[in-house]
């Protein structure tokens, strides 16, 4: 016997399930679990270049890090300048002492005989045995202002004027031979040097009284010493 539908009440009709309104799996996002390998790459890589993201493992250094290699680097300078600084300065100090030296005496000697001819004239003058003392005591302090101003200036006197760097050795060798015995240094600057260097070696004093300046002062100073001597 089939069922009295007529008998059924009105409250049956909703426990009658009705068609579901939610939208079909079709139209859902997908979840995480359905996403192939392809899509894990590309959503790992959207965040990876969000904004948020400035700390990247390929350029990112701590400051720890940072602070080793700069303490390394200056105790690396310190050490290789405190290293290096004795045997260099040892090596220029014996390079250019003979003929530095050389040199140094040559002023001194110089000086030494102006200062000389002041004392004698200054006593010529004091005693009233010459008229023209005063004139020669007037001329000597002019050379010896002049002398001071020039010879006596360490700055004109090893400038590059009169002086030339070998740059194969870092040598300072005299640029005043140029032109004499043959040798030029602007035309071959490795010969210049070598013969120079061999002069040095062998008579450093010869070398040193060719300087221009010291060589200039030698014959004023002659002169005067024989204008004074010979009234």
Not at 25 to 31: L, R, Y
Not at 172 to 201: C, K, T
Not at 210 to 225: A, G
Request: hydrophobic content about 30%; glycine content about 8%; some cysteine.
């Amino acid at each position: 016997m089939l069922p009295d539908r007529s008998s059924s009440s009105p409250d049956s009709v909703t426990d009658q399930k009705l068609p579901s309104t939610s939208p079909s799996p079709a139209s859902s996002p997908p979840s995480h679990a359905s996403l192939t390998d392809d899509d894990d790459d590309l959503a790992y890589d959207g965040l990876d270049a969000s904004p948020d993201s400035t700390i990247r493992p390929s350029t990112f250094v701590s400051p720890d890090i940072q602070r080793l290699r700069r303490d390394h680097s200056q105790q690396g300078y310190l050490e290789g300048v405190t290293s290096g600084k004795p045997s260099s300065v040892q090596k220029g100090f014996d390079d250019g002492y003979p003929l530095g030296s050389e040199i140094g005496l040559c002023v001194g000697r110089i000086i030494g005989i102006l200062q000389g001819l002041r004392g004698f004239v200054s006593s010529q003058a004091a005693s009233g045995t010459s008229k023209s003392t005063d004139n020669e005591l007037a001329k000597v302090e002019r050379v010896e202002r002049h002398l001071r101003a020039e010879l006596m200036d360490l700055p004109v006197l090893f400038g590059d004027k009169y002086w030339a760097v070998n740059k194969a050795t870092g040598e300072v060798l005299p640029r005043w031979i140029s032109g004499s015995n043959g040798l030029s240094i602007e035309r071959d600057e490795n010969a210049y040097f070598e013969a120079v260097r061999e002069m040095v070696e062998r008579d450093p004093g010869v070398v040193a009284r060719s300087h221009p300046l010291v060589q200039s002062w030698i014959l004023r100073i002659e002169e005067l010493r024989d204008s004074i001597l010979s009234t």
